[in-house]
């Protein structure tokens, strides 16, 4: 049996519903005010958060530089969830190590949504039922983050089609990486990764087949800005993340966070720190936005908090 690979990463009636849409953001907004910023108690929606057993050896060269690293399991879910609340991250969708998404979950049942992203996948029928029942069961609310590109796979792959499928039928949103990861990746990590599998658009035919699919880009597929904005337009089904925002140089993130908003799109990109083994990251991922000039505070509202509601049908 083929196996499909998905890598951990070390790891986006129209007129009435626009002016509803409008309408209660607009209400929104006057109710907490404009001027009021993220350091001001502000709620956000972190879509992009990874749990793992803690680091363990030298840091590598493609670590943040001004973060720390925990010492200790204990220590990491500690300041993680000490982040948590010091920013109101009132929601985060976590995948990684499956055992630890559990007991961050248990840790705070109403705060993680736990997403499903194992190491080794197949594509038999027995894998697709348990996951299934999970899914049914509410152990699982997210599929992803899925990694294909990890294991030198394209997003229209014949071995991801089944969970698409299922996805689908289930109503559950898809995460899928797609675009920037760790400088060197295929000759320090996984040598199966190609970036050309990053392209958004490879994503195309399998929004055809599922057009009722719920899916975001993880990374807004970096450094494919015209391709994402192209997929986006076409296919309103799509959202994207900026998770891993701190991996560029700010002014390149900002490039491609003002041509998806130039584009029309700043109501499906989502809050996505990318938060891995080292907790600052999720502050740094949150400077990232609020140092954008370029956006209004509703524009920030809806990046941070909003279109994750809309997207993930929060109560």
């Known amino acids: ?67 720390y690293l925990p010492k200790t399991d204990e220590e990491f879910t500690k300041m993680t969830f000490e982040m948590f609340e010091r920013f109101n991250i009132v929601r985060a969708v976590v995948s990684g190590d499956p055992l630890w998404v559990d007991k961050w979950r248990k840790k705070s049942p109403i705060k993680i949504i736990p997403g499903w992203s194992n190491s080794i996948l197949g594509n038999s029928q027995e894998d697709l039922k348990s996951l299934e029942r999970k899914i049914i069961d509410g152990q699982i609310e997210v599929i992803g983050e899925i990694g294909a590109q990890y294991a030198g796979l394209a997003p229209n792959d014949s071995l991801l089609e089944p969970y698409y499928a299922l996805a689908e039928r289930l109503d559950v949103p898809f995460a899928i990486h797609m675009g920037t990861g760790p400088q060197g990746t295929a000759f320090n990590f996984f040598p199966q990764y190609r970036m050309r599998n990053g392209n958004p658009l490879l994503l195309e035919d399998v929004l055809v087949r599922h057009p009722k699919l719920r899916v975001y880009v993880m990374h807004a597929g970096w450094p494919f800005g015209d391709e994402m904005v192209a997929l986006m337009f076409f296919y309103p089904n799509v959202y994207v993340d900026i998770g891993g925002s701190w991996m560029l140089p700010r002014a390149e993130f900002h490039s491609c966070l003002r041509r998806a908003v130039q584009a029309g799109f700043g109501k499906r990109i989502m809050f996505g720190s990318d938060q891995m083994f080292w907790p600052d990251g999720i502050e740094l991922a949150i400077k990232s936005i609020e140092s954008a000039d370029f956006l209004t505070e509703g524009q920030k509202r809806d990046i941070f908090y909003r279109n994750a509601k809309r997207f993930f049908r929060l109560e």
């Open 1 to 67: 049996m083929k196996k499909l690979l998905t890598i951990i990463p070390l790891v986006f009636l129209l007129c009435f519903t626009f002016g509803c849409q409008q309408g209660e953001e607009v209400a929104e907004e006057a109710a907490i005010g404009l001027e009021a910023a993220i350091g001001e108690g502000l709620p956000i929606i972190d879509v992009h958060v990874h749990a793992y057993p803690v680091w363990q050896g030298e840091k590598p060269d493609w670590f943040p530089k001004d973060v």
